[in-house]
């Protein structure tokens, strides 16, 4: 169990270290702005994701993540997935 858990922790930290080689940063990970607006109907009605708590939600992520305030993987959380190498490239 705990290295498949590690496969998929590997998977995504590989996908964000692509990411971050394209330009990919904090400011990408948002929301479309329709989602910080009340939902007009339906059993979501006045319903919305507030910024500032997803904001929070998001850096409480990149804490749990290991991850930088900017959203890129700390040297210690590449290492530890053996994905070290990525550094160079």
Known sequence: ??????GGERSIVLARMF?????FDKKNDCLFERMHKA?????????F???KEFQAA??????MM?????GVPR?????????GWLLAA
């Open 1 to 6: 169990l705990y290295e498949l858990l590690m």
């Open 19 to 23: 990411n971050v080689r394209e330009g």
């Open 39 to 47: 939902m007009p109907a339906g059993p979501l009605q006045g319903k």
């Open 49 to 51: 994701f507030d910024q």
């Open 58 to 63: 998001l850096a409480l992520y990149y804490e």
């Open 66 to 70: 290991n991850w930088d305030e900017n």
């Open 75 to 83: 040297k210690a959380k590449l290492y530890s997935l053996n994905l």
